[in-house]
């Protein structure tokens, strides 16, 4: 029997109470406080578009944000409409911290804007293919990659779309394979000492996961990235595996995925109102972290097409060479220059350095990193016509 729990009469009357008197808590991130690196008049904020609205849109607008809807969240190669992509689970942690940040009165235009960009640096095969991308990354150059802190770059350098500080921090903070059971956070002053934050990411990858947000939009985005994709990749896993969901254990969460998601945002809630921080109590980040584990176990370490994991690595690695050959050489009849170079070299996206510029591994790892999964295979196939490397589709009519 499905378990949905609710707020204690004590939150919901408290909620209800300063709503008529007009008492909400303010901790929120106010927007006339947000900064952005460039002083451009017509990025202000008026009566009809705050300063993370603009973002929001800017966000949206991005050439790379289409590119979600055909990147893995877990499955990949599985033709099946009814199991998430990126493009969904942008929404679910966008909808899920929304939901939270109502009733916390905090700044819902700032949570949309870091929700729905958080995942658009994000590689293509999901966190397998980003693992397949670091580990080459760091082979040529020491340098690490992470989806969080590319993200970041494509929408500040890739793209120099002007975003806010506060907006490029919860996206670079949001790391949702880091659980806490206490988000607090934590000061950001300037743009200089983000940009630092963010360098040394590339440098170690420790720091990455020492990320903090700095707003509590921010907090509420990190724990949301959780909740919107814990009970979903259950579901999913259902609908294109032989998996069904008594393969999990119930630790006070539920087992469903609107169970987890109900009954984590009511914690949230209930001990995080009216506070500077975002906690769960004790027994459910415990459940939160089991009930994590046990996705680990069950389903991303045990996937069935872990044969084709190796054959993407593979592909990849060939990719990677033949790109970076193509840079190196000035090859404009190349992909990575009909396709990304020239894509992105436009005169409206205003850079202080010309791209090509970049370090050429750099450009390369833009170049892979911004693949869909589809496109991906075909770039393989067309640059590599004769390779016996190939990767079979799960088709709707296979068992």
Not at 253 to 261: P, R
Request: charged content about 25%.
């Amino acid at each position: 029997m499905a378990n949905y729990k609710e707020l204690s009469k004590e939150i919901e009357n408290l909620i209800i109470k300063d709503k008529e008197e007009k008492t909400l808590p303010n901790h929120f991130f106010n927007s006339n406080l947000a900064v952005r690196r460039k002083d451009n008049p017509h990025d202000y904020a008026n009566a009809w578009r705050s300063a993370f609205i603009r973002d929001v849109d800017k966000i949206l607008n991005c050439p790379f944000y289409s590119r979600y809807a055909d990147k893995t969240q877990v499955y990949s190669l599985h033709k099946n409409d009814d199991i998430t992509k990126r493009s969904l689970h942008v929404q679910l942690v966008s909808r899920t911290a929304r939901t939270i940040g109502k009733a916390l009165n905090l700044n819902l235009e700032l949570i949309e804007a870091i929700a729905l960009g958080h995942d658009i640096g994000h590689t293509p095969f999901g966190h397998t293919g980003e693992s397949f991308l670091d580990e080459i990354y760091r082979e040529k150059t020491g340098r690490r990659f992470f989806h969080n802190i590319h993200s970041v770059r494509v929408l500040d350098k890739i793209f120099p779309l002007n975003i806010t500080l506060q907006t490029l921090d919860g996206i670079a903070s949001h790391n949702g394979e880091m659980e806490l059971e206490r988000y607090e956070p934590c000061a950001l002053n300037s743009f200089n000492e983000f940009d630092s934050i963010i360098e040394s990411c590339y440098i170690n990858g420790d720091n990455v996961f020492k990320m903090i947000p700095s707003t509590l939009e921010g907090c509420i985005v990190r724990i949301s990235d959780i909740i919107a994709y814990l009970g979903k990749d259950r579901q999913d896993a259902t609908k294109s595996t032989p998996l069904n969901l008594t393969a999990f254990k119930d630790y006070g969460i539920g087992v469903l995925n609107s169970e987890i998601i109900n009954n984590l945002i009511v914690n949230v809630i209930e001990n995080s109102y009216n506070k500077p921080y975002i906690k769960l109590d004790k027994s459910h980040f415990e459940a939160l972290k089991q009930a994590k584990k046990d996705n680990y176990d069950i389903i991303y370490n045990d996937k069935v097409n872990k044969d084709s994991d190796s054959i993407i690595k593979q592909m990849l690695f060939y990719l990677y060479d033949k790109l970076y050959l193509d840079i190196k050489s000035g090859n404009k009849s190349s992909p990575i220059f009909k396709h990304h170079v020239d894509y992105i070299n436009k005169p409206y996206y205003k850079r202080e350095t010309p791209y090509l510029e970049e370090e050429p591994n750099q450009i390369v790892v833009d170049y892979i990193a911004s693949m869909t999964d589809d496109y991906f295979i075909e770039l393989f196939e067309h640059l590599f016509p004769s390779s016996n490397l190939k990767v079979k589709y799960i088709g709707y009519f296979e068992n």
